[in-house]
Structures are given as C-alpha cells and as structure tokens.
C-alpha cells in the first residue's frame, strides 16, 4: 500500500469515527432533552398545585371568604357592590391561574393532556353565574373564555351544579 492510498484510507476511518461521534452526541442530546422536558413539566405541575393551594388555603383558612366566594359564584347579583369587588378578586386568583395554563399550553410549554384536565374544570367554572359575572367585567380573559367555549360539552359538570345547587345558601355544600 502506497502513501496516498494509505492516506486515503485513514481519511475514511477518520470520518467513519466523526459520523459516528456525531450520532453519539445526537443521541446524548435526545436523551438529555426528554429529561429536560420532564423536569420541566414537573416544575410546572408542582406550581400549577401550588397557586391551587394557595386559593384553597385562601378559603379554608377564611370563613368570611369562603361564603364570600360560594356567594358570588352561585348568585353574584345579591352581593353588595363591595363583595363584588372582593369576589372579582377571589375569581381572578383562580381564573389566573387557568390564564397562564392557557398561554402555556399555547406556547408549547404545558403538555395537551395535562391542559385538557385542567381545561375541562375552567369550562366547567365558566359555566357557573359567579364566572359569567365575572367575564362580563374582565375582558382581558376573554381570549381564554372563548377557547373553553370551543370545547366539547362536559359530562356531568359537577363543579357548575355544585355551585348551582347552593340556592339560597351562602355557605358550601357539604
């Protein structure tokens, strides 16, 4: 074997060595992506759990907001103008939370089955004389109303029916 051919041959061992690093490193990367994205939407899920437990704790550690905010989603008109303000801003708590979801979900950063659960409750909130109230004074959510509303029908709609069903109380149902 002469030089050139030599040459020639450790050229192609060469780049069958780079092609192959290539893939490894391809490979690598694919790994270390799809732990990425776990990671990330665990992140997500954990503050998504997060700001619920927050309005939760909200309500469970405040009688007078609690019968407030059952008040206002069941019959917001009997409020006095003050508690509708206070019930807007427990409504925008919750309904935030659903917004950022919503744009998440939008942008590509919050997985479709994970927004589909979470969707489904929202729809099932804007249902509720409480939401449509406050979707009547908050056009800025509106974007986010009006894709629940593109969104099949709910069977049952426990979450609506729950605050339907108050009547004339004030207080949650047990």
């Given at each position: 074997m002469d030089l050139m051919s030599a040459a020639q041959l450790l050229g192609n061992v060469g780049e069958f060595v780079g092609a192959v690093a290539?893939?490894?490193t391809l490979a690598y990367l694919v790994v270390q992506i799809r732990q990425n994205t776990r990671s990330i939407n665990s992140n997500n899920?954990?503050?998504?759990?997060?700001?619920f437990n927050h309005f939760n704790e909200v309500l469970a550690t405040n009688t007078e907001l609690t019968q407030l905010f059952y008040e206002g989603m069941s019959r917001p008109e009997s409020l006095s103008e003050a508690d509708r303000h206070r019930f807007w801003h427990l409504?925008?708590?919750?309904?935030?939370?659903?917004r950022n979801l919503y744009y998440q979900f939008v942008e590509g950063t919050f997985?479709?089955?994970?927004?589909?659960?979470?969707?489904?409750?929202?729809?099932?909130?804007?249902?509720?004389?409480?939401?449509a109230y406050f979707r009547s004074v908050s056009s800025s959510?509106?974007?986010l109303f009006e894709y629940l509303e593109e969104l099949p029908?709910?069977?049952?709609?426990?979450?609506?029916?729950?605050?339907?069903s108050l009547g004339g109380n004030s207080a949650p149902v047990q």
């Open positions: 290539v893939v490894v899920n954990h503050s998504v759990m997060g700001a409504a925008a708590l919750v309904m935030n939370i659903f997985p479709r089955d994970q927004w589909m659960v979470q969707a489904r409750e929202a729809r099932q909130l804007m249902n509720t004389p409480g939401i959510f509106e974007p029908a709910d069977e049952p709609n426990p979450l609506s029916d729950r605050f339907l």
